[in-house]
Protein backbone atom coordinates (compact mmCIF):
# COMPACT_ATOMS: atom_id res chain seq x y z
CA UNK A 1 0.00 0.00 0.00
CA UNK A 2 1.69 3.19 -0.95
CA UNK A 3 1.30 6.62 1.37
CA UNK A 4 -1.45 8.22 0.17
CA UNK A 5 -1.37 11.68 -2.08
CA UNK A 6 -0.54 15.33 0.01
CA UNK A 7 1.10 18.40 0.03
CA UNK A 8 4.05 18.04 2.18
CA UNK A 9 3.16 19.49 5.52
CA UNK A 10 6.50 21.42 6.07
CA UNK A 11 6.86 25.25 5.96
CA UNK A 12 8.45 27.18 3.46
CA UNK A 13 11.29 27.30 6.23
CA UNK A 14 14.24 29.54 5.55
CA UNK A 15 16.49 28.01 8.95
CA UNK A 16 16.39 25.22 11.13
CA UNK A 17 14.02 25.29 14.16
CA UNK A 18 16.37 24.56 17.24
CA UNK A 19 15.24 23.06 20.85
CA UNK A 20 16.63 22.45 23.67
CA UNK A 21 16.05 19.20 24.70
CA UNK A 22 17.46 19.37 28.24
CA UNK A 23 14.14 19.17 29.27
CA UNK A 24 13.43 15.88 28.11
CA UNK A 25 15.66 14.26 30.97
CA UNK A 26 14.24 15.69 33.96
CA UNK A 27 12.73 13.76 36.37
CA UNK A 28 9.75 16.23 36.54
CA UNK A 29 6.77 15.25 33.78
CA UNK A 30 5.75 18.58 32.95
CA UNK A 31 9.10 19.01 31.86
CA UNK A 32 9.62 16.63 29.64
CA UNK A 33 6.30 17.17 28.04
CA UNK A 34 7.32 20.71 27.59
CA UNK A 35 10.56 19.64 26.06
CA UNK A 36 8.63 16.98 23.81
CA UNK A 37 5.92 19.88 22.41
CA UNK A 38 8.79 21.66 21.36
CA UNK A 39 10.71 18.79 19.73
CA UNK A 40 7.56 17.73 18.14
CA UNK A 41 6.34 20.88 16.55
CA UNK A 42 9.64 21.16 15.32
CA UNK A 43 9.93 18.09 13.55
CA UNK A 44 6.05 18.94 12.34
CA UNK A 45 7.03 21.93 10.79
CA UNK A 46 11.03 21.05 9.12
CA UNK A 47 11.28 17.51 9.31
CA UNK A 48 15.14 19.05 10.36
CA UNK A 49 15.97 20.91 13.29
CA UNK A 50 18.93 20.96 15.60
CA UNK A 51 19.16 20.19 18.98
CA UNK A 52 21.33 21.47 22.34
CA UNK A 53 21.33 20.27 25.74
CA UNK A 54 21.62 16.74 24.53
CA UNK A 55 23.97 15.70 27.18
CA UNK A 56 26.96 13.88 24.89
CA UNK A 57 30.08 14.30 26.56
CA UNK A 58 32.27 16.71 24.25
CA UNK A 59 35.49 14.55 24.84
CA UNK A 60 33.68 11.57 23.63
CA UNK A 61 33.13 14.05 20.47
CA UNK A 62 36.56 14.85 19.97
CA UNK A 63 38.20 11.68 19.94
CA UNK A 64 35.62 10.37 17.26
CA UNK A 65 36.56 13.28 14.75
CA UNK A 66 39.98 12.17 16.13
CA UNK A 67 40.05 8.89 15.05
CA UNK A 68 38.20 9.15 11.82
CA UNK A 69 40.80 11.77 10.59
CA UNK A 70 43.18 9.29 11.29
CA UNK A 71 41.27 6.55 9.64
CA UNK A 72 40.92 8.16 6.42
CA UNK A 73 43.97 9.40 6.05
CA UNK A 74 45.32 5.67 5.36
CA UNK A 75 46.16 4.73 1.92
CA UNK A 76 43.17 3.06 0.07
CA UNK A 77 44.92 -0.14 0.29
CA UNK A 78 44.62 -0.26 3.72
CA UNK A 79 41.19 0.87 4.28
CA UNK A 80 39.95 -1.55 1.39
CA UNK A 81 41.03 -4.49 3.55
CA UNK A 82 38.06 -3.27 5.71
CA UNK A 83 35.54 -3.10 2.71
CA UNK A 84 32.39 -3.83 3.63
CA UNK A 85 31.34 -6.39 0.95
CA UNK A 86 33.22 -8.84 3.12
CA UNK A 87 31.56 -8.54 6.18
CA UNK A 88 28.17 -10.38 7.11
CA UNK A 89 26.08 -7.46 8.81
CA UNK A 90 26.49 -4.53 6.10
CA UNK A 91 29.25 -3.17 8.50
CA UNK A 92 33.18 -1.70 7.35
CA UNK A 93 34.73 0.85 5.09
CA UNK A 94 32.76 2.51 1.95
CA UNK A 95 34.59 3.64 -1.07
CA UNK A 96 33.65 6.32 -3.23
CA UNK A 97 31.44 5.29 -5.77
CA UNK A 98 29.99 2.11 -3.97
CA UNK A 99 26.65 3.99 -2.85
CA UNK A 100 24.10 5.14 -5.92
CA UNK A 101 21.05 7.02 -5.24
CA UNK A 102 17.40 7.01 -6.67
CA UNK A 103 18.35 9.95 -8.52
CA UNK A 104 21.55 8.02 -10.24
CA UNK A 105 24.19 10.25 -9.19
CA UNK A 106 27.06 8.95 -7.52
CA UNK A 107 28.22 10.51 -4.24
CA UNK A 108 31.93 12.12 -3.73
CA UNK A 109 32.61 10.73 -0.54
CA UNK A 110 34.12 7.40 1.36
CA UNK A 111 32.61 6.18 4.26
CA UNK A 112 32.97 3.52 7.57
CA UNK A 113 29.27 1.68 8.86
CA UNK A 114 29.01 0.69 12.10
CA UNK A 115 25.99 -0.96 13.61
CA UNK A 116 24.84 -2.40 16.81
CA UNK A 117 27.63 -4.87 17.39
CA UNK A 118 25.19 -7.88 17.92
CA UNK A 119 27.91 -10.67 18.87
CA UNK A 120 25.29 -13.14 20.19
CA UNK A 121 25.77 -16.77 17.60
CA UNK A 122 21.76 -16.52 17.50
CA UNK A 123 19.78 -14.03 16.51
CA UNK A 124 21.82 -12.64 13.40
CA UNK A 125 20.54 -10.85 10.47
CA UNK A 126 21.60 -9.21 7.31
CA UNK A 127 21.59 -5.44 9.06
CA UNK A 128 22.63 -7.06 12.49
CA UNK A 129 25.82 -8.76 13.57
CA UNK A 130 29.24 -8.33 14.47
CA UNK A 131 31.24 -5.29 13.17
CA UNK A 132 33.70 -5.03 10.98
CA UNK A 133 35.97 -3.18 13.18
CA UNK A 134 39.52 -1.52 11.73
CA UNK A 135 42.81 -2.81 13.55
CA UNK A 136 44.12 0.78 13.86
CA UNK A 137 44.90 1.50 17.36
CA UNK A 138 41.91 2.96 19.38
CA UNK A 139 39.26 2.81 16.33
CA UNK A 140 36.85 0.57 17.95
CA UNK A 141 37.43 2.02 21.86
CA UNK A 142 36.78 5.53 20.65
CA UNK A 143 34.10 4.91 18.17
CA UNK A 144 31.75 2.53 19.83
CA UNK A 145 32.19 5.12 22.84
CA UNK A 146 30.19 7.41 20.04
CA UNK A 147 28.17 4.80 19.04
CA UNK A 148 26.99 4.34 22.98
CA UNK A 149 26.27 7.94 24.07
CA UNK A 150 24.35 8.83 20.91
CA UNK A 151 22.57 5.39 21.23
CA UNK A 152 21.90 6.15 24.27
CA UNK A 153 20.43 10.22 23.09
CA UNK A 154 18.29 8.08 21.00
CA UNK A 155 16.38 6.46 23.08
CA UNK A 156 15.75 9.71 25.22
CA UNK A 157 14.28 11.06 21.68
CA UNK A 158 12.39 8.44 20.67
CA UNK A 159 10.48 9.11 24.36
CA UNK A 160 10.39 12.66 23.17
CA UNK A 161 8.35 11.98 20.09
CA UNK A 162 6.09 9.45 21.94
CA UNK A 163 5.05 12.27 24.27
CA UNK A 164 4.79 14.76 21.38
CA UNK A 165 2.28 12.69 19.66
CA UNK A 166 0.19 12.39 22.75
CA UNK A 167 1.21 8.37 23.61
CA UNK A 168 3.00 7.05 26.54
CA UNK A 169 6.90 7.40 26.80
CA UNK A 170 7.93 4.20 26.15
CA UNK A 171 5.12 3.53 22.93
CA UNK A 172 8.38 3.31 20.79
CA UNK A 173 11.28 3.39 23.18
CA UNK A 174 10.08 -0.40 24.20
CA UNK A 175 10.70 -1.45 20.62
CA UNK A 176 14.27 -0.18 20.91
CA UNK A 177 16.36 -3.01 22.67
CA UNK A 178 18.91 -4.51 19.67
CA UNK A 179 18.55 -2.51 16.42
CA UNK A 180 19.98 -2.25 13.27
CA UNK A 181 20.88 0.88 13.95
CA UNK A 182 23.52 2.19 12.08
CA UNK A 183 26.48 5.16 12.87
CA UNK A 184 28.13 6.28 9.26
CA UNK A 185 31.48 8.13 9.91
CA UNK A 186 31.79 9.57 6.49
CA UNK A 187 34.63 12.14 4.91
CA UNK A 188 34.00 14.23 2.14
CA UNK A 189 37.49 15.19 0.34
CA UNK A 190 38.26 17.86 -1.08
CA UNK A 191 39.42 18.42 -4.75
CA UNK A 192 38.60 21.53 -6.89
CA UNK A 193 38.55 19.40 -10.20
CA UNK A 194 35.38 17.60 -9.17
CA UNK A 195 32.40 19.20 -11.20
CA UNK A 196 30.49 21.52 -9.49
CA UNK A 197 27.53 19.40 -10.43
CA UNK A 198 28.70 16.49 -8.63
CA UNK A 199 27.86 16.30 -5.23
CA UNK A 200 28.89 14.92 -1.70
CA UNK A 201 25.63 12.90 -1.25
CA UNK A 202 22.81 13.19 -4.14
CA UNK A 203 19.17 13.83 -2.58
CA UNK A 204 17.74 11.48 -0.66
CA UNK A 205 14.96 10.50 2.65
CA UNK A 206 17.03 8.58 5.73
CA UNK A 207 15.84 4.86 6.07
CA UNK A 208 15.17 4.62 9.76
CA UNK A 209 13.08 7.02 12.29
CA UNK A 210 15.60 9.47 12.50
CA UNK A 211 19.02 10.66 12.10
CA UNK A 212 21.14 12.52 14.70
CA UNK A 213 24.16 14.30 12.84
CA UNK A 214 27.10 15.87 13.79
CA UNK A 215 28.41 17.52 10.49
CA UNK A 216 32.03 19.11 10.98
CA UNK A 217 31.31 21.73 8.13
CA UNK A 218 28.73 23.49 5.92
CA UNK A 219 27.60 21.50 2.90
CA UNK A 220 24.22 20.00 4.06
CA UNK A 221 21.11 21.07 1.93
CA UNK A 222 17.21 20.35 3.17
CA UNK A 223 14.14 20.68 0.98
CA UNK A 224 11.38 23.22 2.48
CA UNK A 225 7.86 22.87 1.99
CA UNK A 226 7.90 25.72 -0.64
CA UNK A 227 10.24 22.90 -2.59
CA UNK A 228 13.73 25.30 -2.15
CA UNK A 229 17.16 24.13 -1.33
CA UNK A 230 17.98 25.61 2.13
CA UNK A 231 21.68 25.61 3.65
CA UNK A 232 22.21 23.88 7.03
CA UNK A 233 24.94 26.35 8.90
CA UNK A 234 27.02 24.51 11.96
CA UNK A 235 25.84 25.49 15.30
CA UNK A 236 27.92 25.22 17.76
CA UNK A 237 27.25 22.35 20.41
CA UNK A 238 24.59 21.40 18.89
CA UNK A 239 22.94 18.43 16.46
CA UNK A 240 21.14 18.33 13.92
CA UNK A 241 17.91 15.60 14.33
CA UNK A 242 15.96 14.94 10.84
CA UNK A 243 12.81 12.21 10.26
CA UNK A 244 13.32 9.25 8.38
CA UNK A 245 10.50 6.73 6.49
CA UNK A 246 10.33 4.89 9.51
CA UNK A 247 8.96 8.13 11.42
CA UNK A 248 6.84 9.38 9.23
CA UNK A 249 4.68 6.04 9.35
CA UNK A 250 5.07 5.32 12.60
CA UNK A 251 2.84 9.14 13.07
CA UNK A 252 0.82 8.58 10.65
CA UNK A 253 2.44 11.50 8.27
CA UNK A 254 1.94 13.68 11.31
CA UNK A 255 6.11 14.06 10.66
CA UNK A 256 7.36 13.66 7.27
CA UNK A 257 10.84 12.17 5.98
CA UNK A 258 12.80 15.21 4.45
CA UNK A 259 14.84 14.81 1.62
CA UNK A 260 18.09 16.46 1.90
CA UNK A 261 21.87 15.89 0.09
CA UNK A 262 25.19 17.81 0.66
CA UNK A 263 26.62 19.73 -2.18
CA UNK A 264 30.18 19.92 -3.75
CA UNK A 265 31.78 20.35 -0.54
CA UNK A 266 34.28 23.73 0.00
CA UNK A 267 36.23 21.94 2.28
CA UNK A 268 37.42 19.07 3.50
CA UNK A 269 34.18 17.54 5.65
CA UNK A 270 33.19 14.91 8.05
CA UNK A 271 29.67 14.13 9.10
CA UNK A 272 28.65 11.38 11.67
CA UNK A 273 25.55 10.03 11.11
CA UNK A 274 23.73 7.74 13.34
CA UNK A 275 20.31 6.16 11.86
CA UNK A 276 17.56 5.71 14.76
CA UNK A 277 15.86 2.34 13.94
CA UNK A 278 13.46 0.35 16.19
CA UNK A 279 14.49 -3.88 16.50
CA UNK A 280 14.84 -5.80 13.36
CA UNK A 281 10.97 -7.75 13.51
CA UNK A 282 9.21 -4.79 14.79
CA UNK A 283 6.27 -3.90 12.41
CA UNK A 284 6.12 -0.30 11.03
CA UNK A 285 2.87 0.74 11.14
CA UNK A 286 0.96 4.26 11.83
CA UNK A 287 0.61 3.68 15.86
CA UNK A 288 -2.93 2.44 16.78
CA UNK A 289 -3.48 5.13 19.46
CA UNK A 290 -3.24 8.02 16.62
CA UNK A 291 -6.04 6.65 14.40
CA UNK A 292 -9.74 6.47 14.52
CA UNK A 293 -12.38 6.62 11.86
CA UNK A 294 -11.51 10.53 11.02
CA UNK A 295 -7.89 10.33 10.86
CA UNK A 296 -8.02 6.71 9.34
CA UNK A 297 -4.35 4.75 8.12
CA UNK A 298 -2.39 6.03 5.61
CA UNK A 299 0.47 3.29 5.17
CA UNK A 300 0.47 -0.09 4.72
CA UNK A 301 2.99 -1.91 7.32
CA UNK A 302 6.70 -2.56 6.51
CA UNK A 303 8.96 -4.67 9.02
CA UNK A 304 11.91 -2.43 10.02
CA UNK A 305 14.84 -5.13 8.95
CA UNK A 306 12.87 -5.86 6.12
CA UNK A 307 12.40 -2.10 5.00
CA UNK A 308 16.26 -1.21 6.19
CA UNK A 309 17.81 -4.46 3.99
CA UNK A 310 15.66 -3.37 0.93
CA UNK A 311 16.95 -0.22 1.06
CA UNK A 312 20.34 -0.86 1.27
CA UNK A 313 20.25 -3.48 -1.30
CA UNK A 314 18.88 -1.26 -4.05
CA UNK A 315 21.91 1.64 -3.31
CA UNK A 316 25.02 -0.35 -2.27
CA UNK A 317 26.92 -2.05 -5.65
CA UNK A 318 28.28 -4.81 -3.88
CA UNK A 319 24.88 -6.14 -2.99
CA UNK A 320 23.52 -4.88 -6.10
CA UNK A 321 25.53 -7.28 -7.78
CA UNK A 322 24.84 -10.03 -5.60
CA UNK A 323 21.36 -9.39 -6.80
CA UNK A 324 21.86 -9.62 -10.05
CA UNK A 325 23.68 -12.84 -9.61
CA UNK A 326 20.66 -14.07 -7.84
CA UNK A 327 22.51 -14.51 -4.99
CA UNK A 328 20.23 -12.33 -2.80
CA UNK A 329 16.72 -11.24 -3.36
CA UNK A 330 14.47 -8.68 -1.91
CA UNK A 331 12.34 -9.18 0.87
CA UNK A 332 8.66 -9.87 0.03
CA UNK A 333 6.70 -6.00 -0.86
CA UNK A 334 9.71 -3.96 -0.80
CA UNK A 335 9.95 -0.36 -1.76
CA UNK A 336 11.63 1.47 -4.09
CA UNK A 337 13.85 3.84 -3.08
CA UNK A 338 12.65 7.65 -2.12
CA UNK A 339 8.95 6.08 -1.32
CA UNK A 340 8.57 8.55 1.05
CA UNK A 341 8.85 12.10 2.29
CA UNK A 342 8.62 14.73 -0.46
CA UNK A 343 8.01 13.73 -4.29
CA UNK A 344 9.95 16.19 -5.58
CA UNK A 345 13.60 15.11 -4.68
CA UNK A 346 13.81 13.22 -8.00
CA UNK A 347 13.38 16.36 -9.97
CA UNK A 348 15.58 18.58 -7.82
CA UNK A 349 18.53 16.91 -7.17
Wanted: glycine share 8%.
Amino acid sequence: MAPMPRITPHSAFERLPLVDIRGLFSTLETERVEAATALGNAAAQAGFLYVTGHGVDSGIIERLKQRTAEYFAQPLERKIQDYIGLSSNHSGYVPEGEEQFATGSIDHKEAFDVGFDYVLPHGQRPMLGANRWSSLPGFKQDIKAYYDAVFSLSLTLFRGFALALGLPENAISQKVTQPPSQLRLIHYPYSADVPVDRPGIGAHTDYECFTILLPTAPGLEVMNGAGQWIDVPLVDGAFVINIGDMMEVLSNGTYVATAHRVRKVTQERYAFAMFCACDYDTVIEPLAQLLDPATPSRYGPVVCGDHLYAQTLQTFRYLKQRLARGELSLPVGAKALSSFGYAAIGEEA
